[in-house]
């Protein structure tokens, strides 16, 4: 659709630019330019001028040559005219000047030696309305913009805002090739009104056909239209489409997808679809170190090959040595395998096993574990997924808080479920939005006959303030677990406060619950966070945080608090911010002076 050649009055008698000078000339700044308003004092209207000028930008840049200063001003007439439409001004004149010459008037063979000043000068005219504005026919329940109506101002923005809504409104009723078949514009500039008429040809309502794989894959036809998803048979739907897409997108195996309706329908009333995908390397590995004072170094590292089975699985190896170089901690070693394979149960669950092999060597306990969990994970939406699997773990654990020291072994079952609610705009760096997680795990110590259960809540929240740079992070923490006592309880399950994940500036896991004298865990958990994030520059950025936890010994009703706060520096890098925090003890008991920790990521 086009609404050029409308009533514009412009000052052009020049040639078009051609083709560039056989020699380079000399580089020449321009130093100074403006864009003036005749007849009017419309700042915003000179903001938007100002806005599309692609000459503007050139003042004081020290590389800039006679002919780009030239080739700007002369592309500029178009820029300015379209943001006039854009605003309603149609019969507007525009000129463009460099010291004094008409820069449409200026020969690309003979250009002059210097271009002091640009000068681009408009009278925009009146602002025309909407005589007459038709768009036709319409889908059902589809309505055009109140702003597309007779006596509204004609912007160009609105007419195509209005085409564009009556083509996405036929092709979500599953008229797939819905088109703009005529249009009838014209300008009364006597009245300053602009009359429009535009004529939609839905097509035929129609259904999803056959599914065309194209592309060097690895990944086996079948496999990419069973993940893609498209429903044969069903109903036309351009939602359908683009979540085909995301899903293949999604698996991590391909580094180009591509869904491609087919030009024209087939004779039966489908429409087919051509799938395109690149692969991305099989294989790819990777690391990371982060350091504390009091947690000491912790290495870890992984292996993923995708595609491995060629049904875009994925298998990931990862491990972790944590706690390297503490005085007070011993050394924990993790190492865990999960294998994923997408489109199981439907395109949008995924089936997963994973299995780990864990050493934690802790002040209260020493547990070496092996477990095993299978189970199956699925988005309900774009935000909204959930997983649930079914698990079993053997642990030998040594219990270093009883005089002398005690050794038990659990085999327990379980079941864990999980549900993530995630609208944060930007996973690794968030600056708006929020994301709610989780869990809950029934299980059973076969052992020793003892249920119970454990749950978490992981609550946070972002918020931008105005364009300060500024953004403000908070963050809500519970755990809880019911069933055995602290002391007959999976270590693993029960909840400590201190170090990165919860209190900066306190001691790793220096905060837990005494049981008749014994110093565990707790069943009970509470943590919050704040954040005050500041960009300095696009890559550097100051933080201030401060952060408070609650261990409970069998409840929320009786506890103990400490908090800790600091500030940190983060730099942006590809893969997140790089972050360091330096934090100190606010309250409590326990408390050990400074902290450092350096890692990637925001704190969450």
Not at 134 to 154: C, H
Not at 450 to 478: E, I, K, M, P
């Amino acid at each position: 659709m086009s609404l050029g050649g409308y009533g514009v009055r412009l000052v052009l008698c020049g040639l078009a630019l051609v083709g560039p000078l056989l020699a380079p000339l000399p580089s020449l700044a321009l130093e100074q330019a403006k864009v003036s308003l005749l007849n009017t004092d419309n700042d915003p209207l000179r903001d938007s001028l100002r806005n599309a000028s692609i000459s503007l930008p050139l003042v004081d840049q020290p590389d800039v040559t006679i002919r780009d200063v030239v080739t700007a001003a002369q592309a500029d007439y178009a820029n300015i005219v379209e943001a006039l439409y854009a605003q309603g001004y149609y019969s507007a004149v525009v000129r463009i000047t460099l010291d004094g010459q008409e820069a449409a008037n200026i020969d690309p063979f003979h250009l002059p030696t210097r271009a002091k000043d640009l000068r681009i000068l408009v009278e925009p005219g009146p602002r025309f309305t909407f005589g007459a504005a038709k768009i036709a026919p319409l889908a059902a329940n589809s309505t055009p913009p109140e702003t597309f109506a007779p006596g509204q101002p004609a912007l160009a923005t609105v007419v195509r805002d209005a085409a564009t809504g009556a083509i996405t409104d036929w092709r979500d009723a599953g008229y797939a090739k819905a088109d703009i078949s005529g249009q009838d514009i014209s300008a009364d500039h006597i009245a300053a009104t602009l009359n429009v008429g535009i004529q939609v040809t839905p097509g035929p309502r129609l259904r999803f056909g056959d599914v065309i794989v194209t592309g060097d894959s690895a990944v086996k036809p079948a496999r990419i239209r069973q993940i893609a998803g498209i429903p044969r048979g069903d109903r036309f739907h351009p939602d359908d489409v683009e979540k085909a897409a995301s899903r293949l997108r999604q698996t991590g195996t391909f580094q180009s997808v591509q869904v491609t309706e087919a030009d024209t329908a087939n004779p039966d009333g489908s429409l087919d679809l051509s799938i395109a995908v690149i692969d991305r390397k099989p294989r790819r590995f990777g690391g990371g170190v982060e350091v504390s004072t009091l947690e000491g170094m912790t290495l870890s590292a992984f292996w993923l090959h995708r595609n491995i089975f060629g049904g875009a699985e994925r298998l990931r190896v990862e491990g972790e040595i944590a706690q390297i170089g503490t005085d007070t901690l011993g050394i924990d070693y993790n190492l865990s395998f999960r294998l994923e394979k997408p489109a199981v149960y439907g395109p949008d669950t995924q089936f997963f096993l994973e299995a780990e092999l864990s050493h934690e060597d802790e002040p209260d306990y020493l547990d070496r574990q092996v477990s095993l969990t299978l189970g199956a994970s699925r988005e309900f939406n774009e935000h909204l997924s959930g997983q649930l699997g079914f698990g079993v773990s053997y642990s030998k654990v040594t219990n270093r808080f009883s005089d002398p020291e005690t050794t038990r072994e659990l085999l327990i079952l379980s079941l864990p479920a999980s549900l993530t609610y995630d609208r944060r705009d930007d996973k690794l760096d968030t600056t708006s939005g929020y994301y709610l997680h989780t869990e809950l795990t029934p299980f059973y110590d076969t052992r020793n006959s003892q249920a119970g259960g454990r749950f978490t809540f992981d609550g946070r929240g972002y918020q931008s303030l105005g364009d300060s740079g500024a953004v403000f992070a908070g963050r809500l923490q519970l755990g809880s677990v019911t069933g055995p006592d602290a002391v007959d309880a999976p270590p693993g399950f029960l909840f400590y406060s201190g170090g990165s994940g919860t209190v900066r500036g306190q001691p790793y896991q220096s905060l837990g619950a005494s049981h008749g004298g014994l110093d565990l865990g707790g069943k009970a958990l509470a943590a919050m966070s704040a954040e005050l994030r500041y960009a300095v520059t696009d890559t550097i950025g100051v933080v201030g945080f401060a952060d408070a936890g609650f261990i409970g010994a069998d409840g929320f009703d009786d506890g103990e608090w400490h908090a800790g706060g600091g500030l940190g520096l983060r730099y942006k890098t590809p893969v997140g911010p790089v972050r360091v925090d330096v934090a100190g003890p606010l309250a409590g008991d326990t408390d050990y002076g400074v902290q450092l920790y350096i890692g990637i990521g925001q704190a969450f």
